[in-house]
């Protein structure tokens, strides 16, 4: 993908997205003896990056395509961003959702209007739902990581930090289908002269990290983490990117997320859910690669269910 | 006080204060059908508003009196704002808590070095023990919020507010010992035309509103509300600041506060204590009032202890 996709993705979607903050906690400074900057995209109005990768797609169809709707299936932050810029767009969106999915979530799509179907809680029944109302409705089904599209979408969060940051270090993301990673990747191949990528994932759901070292996609890893934004395999557009764009993919230890999720809600009095608190959990057997260096982590979400809140631990 | 007075403990404070952001809140300006703000001062370095009085205090005494210590007492953000400007400052804090006081604020203070004296959980036993305190080191008390030094130094937060927006029409505050309402109030007479500035106070602690309404401070009404930070009796200094420059004085339904704590967390990913939602709560049985209004609320902190939040209920 080249220079121009970005900077088309980038004024294209403009209209869709907040340019997030990005601020500085100077205990984690100490702690990493690094200069660290969280690129706040959970402030985006449904509370996740996803909504990028989305606008990007949606925008790209043609109006007839879109006034027949926008058809999706997820059962976190991308059903909301499909489900807002459907609203946004004056369109509807049909999200098909895992009748497993948590109500705060499905609660969350309806809040923009989007008619929601339950189906069984399997990827084959996800699809197959999904396939199905595309044909009915005419709808396009709008992918939630592995596509072009989405992948050009996501890096205009990273494009927004070296806008205003040209020296960043090491750019670190959460690796889950892998469009935010990607993205990130080529927008500082791009954008940065100097940027190391790193993508972070949960060790119980590391077919990421597994598939970076081996150089072969991996597709059957359990996964079994609490980081439930981070449950996905990565996909084959962004795998392919990754691969040769990132410089590494470190694993968070699965008891050390809820911790850190609690610990960055009392430092910065933002919430952050567990996947975005991956690279946190990460970076901690990383200490040597951060010191003296500039670091941005970005914030992917925090869409949290704050009826079920995970056990507190510190 | 005057503009000058305002002016310099806005100078004084800059180093030690964080110029905190406004954020706007969709949802809840679809709410009111009004401009909405939110000025986000629990993103201060100690999750408070607190540290812009102790800073204004601490910065007037003289080197020497500095050089023996700061002593306050306060069960929670005040001794935060005191024992982390001791540390800022290089000088030794000394706070008197409660020995109720939960496990979280005794830690968040601990953290910045301050000396911690337990005491008896009753307001005399917290004045003698500073008290004592003060005689024994020759350090000063740095009050909470009955006195013009502190008042003058919550000012600076709605001057900041000033001086990114010269259009408010309403202006709202939690309403406690009063310092930052009485504050609040004096930077609106001297830095806006046209702003209103209202308290907000929860109904089981409502001695600052029945003290508005009759002109005669309050001092004995019983303090029941989980917004553990507005359980004090407004102070003699602040009151007759507020009785003359604030527009009204709002109550808020004690049973709707953590609901809307909860509802704030979702809506805008910032933590807000109890005490900060009060104005929210109160704002519902106001919207007649709000109605096309440029609205802020300040939000004065977000030290909630996430080891024990309260049941959750929307």
Redesign the interface.
Known sequence: MNRQVLSRAFSRTAPFRVVT?L?RV?ALEKRWKCELYLKCD??Q?I?AFKIRGAANFALQLTDEERRKGLVTHSSGNHAQAVAFLAHQLGVKAFVVMPENSNKMKIANAKKWGAEITLCAPTIEARLATANELAQSTGGNVIPPFDHPWIVAGQATCAMEVFSEMNDVDVLIAPLGGGGLLAGSALAAKHYSNQTMVIGAEPEQAQDGYLGFNSGIREEKVMANTVADGLRTTVGITPFEIIKDEVEDVWLAAEERIVPWM?QM??ET????EPSSVVPFAAMDAQQEKLKGKKVVVIITG?NVD??H?PA?V?
Chains 1, 2 share one sequence.
């Open positions: 903050p601020i100077p959970q402030l109005e509370g609690y809600w009392a009095k933002l919430i952050m925090g704050l009826a809140l507190f510190s």
